[in-house]
């Protein structure tokens, strides 16, 4: 094998990028709710145990990397693009301005703003700390975020109270800081209700986002069902105006089906916004693109969705691997991820409409017939063949993955 001269690589990368097909065009890209975080391009590869692989980009890079893929909307933390100094400052206008400009030239809006309440050392007691200040200064950051996504458009805010936990147990009163975290998020609505008037805009939708593990080691909101109870808890003044932002892989990563966890939000009507990627359970937050690991899980999320009708925003929270280069990242990395994500979609469309799933899941709800029911007996042996009709719907669902349902078979 010849080694492949570093001039060549990109070309490489791209021919068999082209050569694997099956991509949509960036105008078919842009007719789904489809929205890219500042911070998954901008991701550099590093964490605990690594070192960046990848080189900072800038904001405008970005987004015009997206403009051009076609994914429609862009969404950010607010220290993603303002450094946490310059925040409040006119330096903060600034670069709002820049991200305006940014946006209205590459044909994108933004859906979301988000603000880091667990970077920064001010959060090493999270931001609904024990000291007055701190939580003073996180109602100030939220409000601020609201107002940015005001100035930008936003529809949504995000909150991932990631640093709400501790390492060692006693030193916090758990339900303090749980009525600390609603002044919080009490704080951004009353701060949405204000500045939404003025611009004479909806307030925004404000979504809580789950994550069992980390980074603290014990997390006092660790699931979207922990959030739910906590949103109808009677601590939040405006209950109607906070739901979740459920992640794919934070709801697997606890052992869920991901698909029963959306279910309940729906439910509750909160499912405000979903993040999507993929991983594994039981393991530390990979983030990896959506599709890559659970694919058949993705179809069954994406039919549920579909089933009833959840029209928020997708967003691709997810981490291009280190060993993806810059290059890589618009190149392989998001023009798949979103391709994955319009086929897992459309599939889930076949799902719906396939006769045999329809046949079967309709025999299934009509029951057998002639039960006697005050015979136990009876019951069972009555509805005893039609159950078989549940493993064949999966086979049936499988078959919709691979592509077997329009005749895809080997020839053995
Ligand atoms: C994660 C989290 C974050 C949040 C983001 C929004 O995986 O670490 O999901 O990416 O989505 O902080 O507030
Ligand atoms: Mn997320
Ligand atoms: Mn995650």
């Known amino acids: 094998m010849n080694p492949i001269p570093q001039d060549k690589q990109q070309a490489l990368v791209d021919r068999l990028t082209q050569a694997c097909g099956a991509s949509y065009s960036p105008e078919v890209r842009r007719r789904y709710f489809i929205t890219g975080p500042q911070w998954a391009a901008a991701y550099e590869g590093h964490a605990l145990f690594h070192a960046p692989t990848r080189s900072p980009i800038t904001l405008e890079k970005v987004i015009e990397e997206y403009g051009k893929i076609g994914i429609p909307y862009w969404c950010t933390h607010d220290t993603d693009v303002i450094p946490t100094d310059d925040l409040f400052t006119p330096k903060q206008d600034e670069i709002v301005g820049r991200i305006k400009t940014s946006l209205a030239k590459n044909g994108l809006k933004c859906s979301m703003v988000t603000t880091e309440t667990f970077h920064h050392a001010v959060w090493a007691a999270s931001a609904a700390a024990e000291s007055q200040d701190v939580r003073e200064y996180a109602a100030r950051r939220v409000a601020n975020t609201v107002a940015i996504g005001h100035e930008l458009g936003a529809q949504y805010a995000v909150y991932w109270p990631g640093s709400l936990g501790y390492y060692v147990q006693g ?242």
């Open 171 to 412: 030193a916090i009163d758990e339900t303090q800081t749980l009525r600390w975290f609603a002044d919080g998020i009490n704080a951004a609505c009353e701060a949405d209700i204000e500045i939404a008037k003025k611009h004479n805009r909806p307030t925004l939708k404000h979504a809580l986002e789950a994550k069992p593990f980390e980074p603290q080691a014990e997390i006092l909101l660790p699931t979207s069902d922990a959030m739910l109870a906590f949103i109808f808890s009677g601590l939040l003044k405006h209950p109607d105006m906070v739901g979740l932002n459920p992640e794919y892989l934070h709801e697997l990563m606890w052992g869920a089906a991901p698909r029963a966890s959306l279910a309940r939000a729906l439910l509750c009507k909160k499912l405000f916004h979903f993040d999507i990627n993929d991983g594994y359970r039981l393991k530390h937050d990979v983030d990896i693109a959506v599709g890559l690991v659970n694919p058949l899980d993705w179809l069954n999320v994406l039919v549920l969705l579909r089933t009833y009708n959840y029209n928020g925003p997708f967003n691709l929270d997810y981490k291009p691997p280190r060993t993806t280069s810059n290059y890589g990242v618009f190149s392989v990395s998001f023009p798949t991820a979103v391709d994955r994500f319009i086929t897992l979609w459309e599939m889930a469309g076949d799902v719906i409409s396939d006769p045999i799933i329809k046949e079967a899941t309709d025999a299934l709800k009509s029951g057998g017939a002639g039960a006697d029911q005050k015979n136990v007996k009876s019951i069972v042996e009555a509805n005893k063949e039609l159950l078989s009709l549940h493993e064949l719907i999966a086979h049936r669902i499988f078959q919709i993955l691979i592509g077997a349902h329009r005749g895809r078979k080997y020839s053995v």
